[in-house]
């Protein structure tokens, strides 16, 4: 009788465990497969709908997008986590608005003559998104990189006068990487130094070899500027004798300034409107966990809102960055709405101002909502829209954690998974996962390597919802959805 029972108990015991598990298997699958290309290519048509003009930092339409975020959180049951019970950290920033292309001219003189050509928009230039309004006209000086630092030994500006003229600068810096003062160099490789530093040596305006959108740059009175499109840049070099390709080589093969007069003469005219109070915010929405201690550490996911906004024109800001944000509305959703067990809390956090400065990180890091000491990690998506595998970039650098998503992929997705260990080589911030990773926090990053679509639209009109590959979002907000359970679940994690 006695061994019947023992028997009996056994057999119930296994059944309730093995019940309980196909329990949790079915509810953590229901999930999983209600992540669905179409709703995220939905999410994506959504925030890239012509009346948030681009979502540029700052605007109206910005806060609108921000709002349909925070709405879309609260009827998933996230909780609000900034003061006052709100959705949103809000922060000061500027309010600039581009109220035309603009125009842009060159004079060739010819013989006793000038020749006037005019470019278009968009084909030929961008107009600076941060420029001030008004016309110039005045000769044009190449100054290479448009770098001065004489830590580095190193000045584009020495033996040239530019006071009253407009420079002409390269994008980026003379060196890699891989250099040895490679920190030192990137200080000076933003648009907005080059800017403050041509100011300083007394030019009126800026051409910028490039053509995208660029909101980065702070505004500055009177100072006109645009993007130029590299090909029609051949055009500031014809009967000069000298060759740009073989300036450029010069430079970065020597560090040897080779600035000169173009003898030419540019017009730039620009058309905006510049506020100097306003704000901006991050979106915060709170998966709170299920148990009592546990909920308290914080796995923090990360993706910028904002985009360039409109620069003569509407840019939709498809791949950078609606495809991070919509993942991560993905990823909200089917968590909250699968009833899945999370010991620990998710926060997903929509930065604002990334594409002027990283300011929106910036702010949150300085005034964290969740203390530093109870964050597990933070995940930063940005630009995962087109790809054939999968990844955590970073990953290999924290393998307890990396470990879940690995086995998550092997388990139900089936991609090549890529997971690099974490790497700063230095120099100026680039992206909102760095400002996390600086500041002292894990800092990882969502990537979708090996583009299926090649063309790749960088701050251009381009950038579409069309350009992006639904099925690699979805996979992307499959793989986190799955590895976040088994890391919120995961009592061997120890914080720092």
Request: charged share 20%; proline share 4%; with cysteine.
């Amino acid at each position: 009788m006695k061994k019947t029972f023992t028997i009996f108990l056994y057999f119930a015991v296994f059944t309730y465990f093995v019940n309980a598990q196909e329990n949790c298997d079915t509810t953590l699958l229901k999930g999983f497969h209600s992540i669905s290309s179409l709703e995220i290519q939905s999410f994506v048509e959504t925030l890239c709908q012509p009346k948030w003009k681009g979502r540029r930092a700052g605007s109206l339409e910005y806060m609108e997008a921000a709002q349909f975020v925070a709405d879309s959180f609260a009827s998933w049951g996230l909780k609000p986590i900034a003061p006052n019970d709100s959705w949103f950290q809000t922060f000061p920033h500027e309010r600039i608005e581009v109220e035309s292309s603009g125009t842009l001219s060159i004079a060739f003189p010819i013989n006793n003559d000038t020749l006037i050509k005019h470019y278009t928009f968009p084909d030929d230039y961008f107009p600076g998104s941060s420029s001030a309004s008004g016309q110039i006209t005045a000769p044009l000086v190449w100054v290479g990189f448009g770098i001065s630092a004489p830590e580095l030994n190193y000045d584009d500006y020495k033996n040239v006068d530019v006071e009253g003229k407009i420079v002409v600068i390269e994008m980026e810096l003379p060196v890699n990487s891989t250099h040895k003062d490679y920190a030192q160099w990137s200080e000076h490789s933003s648009t907005a130094s080059k800017v403050k530093n041509a100011i300083s040596h007394g030019a009126i305006g800026l051409i910028f070899i490039a053509k995208l959108a660029n909101p980065s740059i702070p505004y500055h009175d009177n100072f006109v500027y645009c993007y130029m499109k590299e090909e029609a840049t051949n055009d500031l070099f014809l009967g000069t004798s000298k060759k740009r390709k073989e300036l450029l080589q010069e430079i970065k093969s020597k560090l040897s300034p080779q600035s000169f007069d173009l003898c030419k003469t540019a017009t730039i005219s620009a058309k905006t409107t510049y506020s100097p109070h306003g704000t901006c915010c991050n979106v915060l929405g709170l998966l709170e966990g299920s148990d009592p201690k546990l909920k308290d550490e914080v796995i923090i996911l990360g993706a910028h809102l904002d985009g360039v906004g409109n620069a003569g024109a509407f840019f939709p800001c498809a791949l950078d960055n609606a495809s991070g944000c919509v993942d991560l509305m993905a990823i909200a959703q089917a968590l909250s709405k699968s009833k899945v067990t999370l010991k620990r809390s998710i926060l997903f956090i929509m930065f604002g101002a990334e594409e002027t400065g990283l300011r929106g990180s910036d702010y949150y890091v300085s005034n964290p909502l969740i203390a530093k000491n109870q964050v597990v990690c933070m995940f930063n998506f940005d630009m995962v829209g087109n790809g054939r595998d999968l990844g955590v970039w970073g990953g290999d650098s924290y393998p307890e954690i990396n470990r879940h998503f690995k086995e998550a992929n092997d388990k139900y997705i089936h991609r090549k998974f890529h997971s690099p260990k974490y790497h700063d080589a230095g120099g100026r911030a680039r992206t909102d996962g760095m400002v996390f990773g600086r500041a002292g926090y894990k800092s990882m990053a969502a990537i979708t390597p090996n583009a299926v679509k090649k063309v790749f639209y960088h701050h251009d009109l381009g950038d579409t919802p069309s350009t992006l590959v639904p099925e690699i979002m979805e996979d992307i907000s499959k793989l986190f959805y799955l590895g976040l359970i088994g890391l919120a679940n995961d009592t061997t994690i120890k914080l720092k």
